[in-house]
């Protein structure tokens, strides 16, 4: 049975144009020139219909699984309400971001035990059906930690693990190049006393100093030899970005300067921001603007990092006059730029063969808004 598709401005193989999409088996079968109505045809009309959303990076389960201090959401659950969130900010492939070898203090055991229960429950009912959206699993090696190379090595190798990036949140270089900043995010987010942080802040800055390095050789040798897309983090120079090079990192995780963002996209990675950072205007760690980047033509994909429905909007948000980004080159950023970089080459674009992964959504005077949501041609939202 062929489901059909309709709308105005439908953004077949990068261009908006009237017509209608032919859907069989989830599957993109022929795009008709003419718009089709009538029973049977889901109409977008006026609204735009574009390709499913992709997300690289989000640690948005995390709240579910301890939505308060010392309350312990059911991991299934936890998920399930996650998965909803994503599909309705039009999402329809979301790798899920899980902590390896995460940090110190309190933070870290809570950390350790959310990526346990996660990784396991992801990749027990991921393929059950039960979610609305395509879930992966993009594992962030915290490379500042002894045993990280240890607490990965299970896990390369394991189908739905699709992504790893190498992570280092010491105070005093990369995101926290600004001890303040450091202490802000971590001392006042969870209460720990001058003396308890202060020695924190020393064991952390010593532990990188250790580990660093030997993580990020092994890690990334375990990526290669099972074929998972490796990504840097953070890189703030362009000492750090050769480095990612050299390792064989084809995607570059939220480079904090200028300098870094250039050389990145100079070398072939592909440079990914936060959406956050468009919408507010800046990076919450201090650290340069993604519409920077975008200006500069250095920006090829968005994730929403922490807040799901940003993606869409941030998009939308670049073609503002004074960013200036065409609209199919900014959805471009949370579509096909995120595929390719991820290896998925069955989707990210509306084409002939592709996956059936749409949004519709509306940008009028009210605001940027996902109204439909399907996967593999299945309304999820």
Known sequence: MTQRFSSHHVLWEGAFRPGTVCVEAGQIVAFEDAVAEGFGVIEAGEHRLIPGLIELHTDNHE?????????????????????????????????????????????????ERIAAESIQTLLEVRDEAIFRVDHRIHLRCEVSCRGTDESFEPWAGVPGIDLVSLMDHAPGQRQFASIEKYREYNQKKYGYPDDVFAQMM?????????????????????????????????????????ESVALGC?????????????????????????????????????????????????????????????????????????????????????????????GLSDRGVLAEGKRADFVVFADDHQAVRVLQTFVSGRRVF
């Open 63 to 111: 709240k579910y699984f301890e939505p308060r201090p010392g309350v312990h959401w059911p991991a299934k659950y936890a998920l399930l309400s996650h998965d909803a969130q994503m599909a309705s900010a039009g999402i329809t492939t979301v790798f899920d971001a899980i902590a390896v070898g995460y940090g110190f203090g309190e933070l870290s055991a809570s950390r």
């Open 202 to 242: 020393l064991d952390h800055a010593a532990s990188s100093a250790q580990f660093s390095e030997p993580n990020r050789q092994r890690i990334a040798a375990l990526c290669h030899r099972h074929g998972i897309a490796l990504a840097s983090h953070d890189d703030a120079s362009i000492a750090h970005v050769e």
């Open 250 to 342: 084809t995607l570059a995780e939220f480079p904090t300067t200028l300098e870094a963002g250039q050389a990145s996209h100079a070398r072939g990675l592909k440079v990914m921001m936060g959406a956050p950072n468009v919408i507010r205007g800046g990076s919450h760690s201090g650290n340069v603007a993604a519409k920077d980047f975008a200006t500069a033509g250095w920006l090829d994909v968005l994730s929403s990092d922490y807040y799901p429905s940003a993606l869409l909007q941030a998009a939308v948000k670049l073609t503002e006059p004074e960013i200036g980004v065409p609209l199919e080159q900014a959805l471009a950023m949370v579509t096909s730029g995120p595929a390719q970089a991820a």
